[in-house]
């Protein structure tokens, strides 16, 4: 549905996002952000093709059950999703415990990775993806010599050949190490992709209300999760997560590459300018 608003002497000017009757497909789509994503694009005329690992329940929206664990059920995906998408939004994650590191790595990283790399020969010339990374991630720029090695992998098989022979690169730190990595990687391919006229970028959220929430709080504490809310003093609901990627993958955003946004209500900003301490919040021990 488009809604148009026209104050006195202006022009009316609808679907200005510019995802009416356009395809778009959405990882994670049958709650949280991925959700929340869905429902937006559903509402903005867009053609949504909801992949998870459960049936996506939005109407309007087209379901594909898919684990991104499984190569062969991404690239089935892709085909079945068909040429000219304007958008893919990865927003499919585990939290952590009780799933594997292993398992953390490749839903998080190596398969939204592989389905997004399955879909760009498809994109539209002005299409983009948006990854769901994490503050969890805050960092990444410092450990770039660790990352790049799995960030430069070529595909899903040489992803999960790496993360199982190199199991220290991210033990005990599953969650916040593939969040890591997600920037990293969208700072390197944004670098290449753009010159096929795509894009891509992430977001890196603070604390926020899903289905993923209790995970987080039972393996960290919640006083933890809520030391990195920060001066907003409240965390996110997944639709506030939604529509920024929602305004990255715009095609009226197309200067805007390879970049993480920092949706998390100011806790970056508070914590480089000295008003927040990382030091003094009591991390959990990872084995």
């Known amino acids: 549905m488009r809604r148009s608003v026209r104050r006195e002497g202006e022009a009316v000017m609808g679907d200005v996002l510019g995802y009416d ?38 109407s309007g929206a087209k379901s594909l059950e898919v684990d991104l ?69 805050l960092g990444w720029q410092q450990e770039l ?20 022979a190199n199991p220290s690169m991210y033990a005990g730190n599953g969650y916040g190490t593939s969040k890591k990595v997600i920037n990293a990687w969208v700072a390197w391919r944004g670098a290449s992709l ?6 891509i970028n992430c977001i890196n959220p603070g604390p926020t209300t899903t289905a993923m929430m209790p995970f987080f709080e039972e393996a960290n504490g919640a006083a933890l999760i809520d030391a990195f809310i920060g001066p907003i003093a409240r965390r996110s609901t997944a639709a506030e997560q939604a529509w920024p990627m929602v305004m990255l993958n715009s095609p009226h955003m197309s200067y805007v590459n390879g970049e993480a946004l920092h949706t998390d209500g100011g806790f970056l900003g508070a914590m480089v300018t000295g008003q927040i301490d990382l030091s003094a919040i009591p991390m959990p021990a990872r084995e």
Not at 194 to 199: F, L, Q, S, V, Y
Request: hydrophobic content about 45%; some cysteine.
């Open 194 to 199: 753009i010159r096929e006229g795509k894009r």
């Open 145 to 164: 010599a660790t990352l790049m090695p799995l960030v430069t992998t070529d595909g899903f098989d040489a992803a999960k050949a790496w993360l199982e």
């Open 69 to 137: 664990r499984d190569r062969s059920a991404i690239e089935q995906a892709a085909a079945a999703v068909g040429a000219d998408v304007l958008g893919v939004f990865n927003c499919a994650g585990l939290p952590g415990p009780p799933f594997s590191d292993l398992d953390v790595m490749l839903v998080n990283f190596a398969g939204g990775r592989h389905l997004i790399e399955s879909i760009v020969p498809n994109m539209a010339a002005n299409g983009a993806a948006c990854f769901v990374a994490s503050n969890a991630g």
């Open 21 to 58: 009757g356009r395809r778009v497909v959405v990882t994670g789509s049958a709650s949280g952000m991925g959700q929340a994503a869905t429902e937006i694009l559903v509402s903005l005329g867009a053609e949504v093709y909801g992949l998870d690992v459960k049936a996506t329940t939005t």
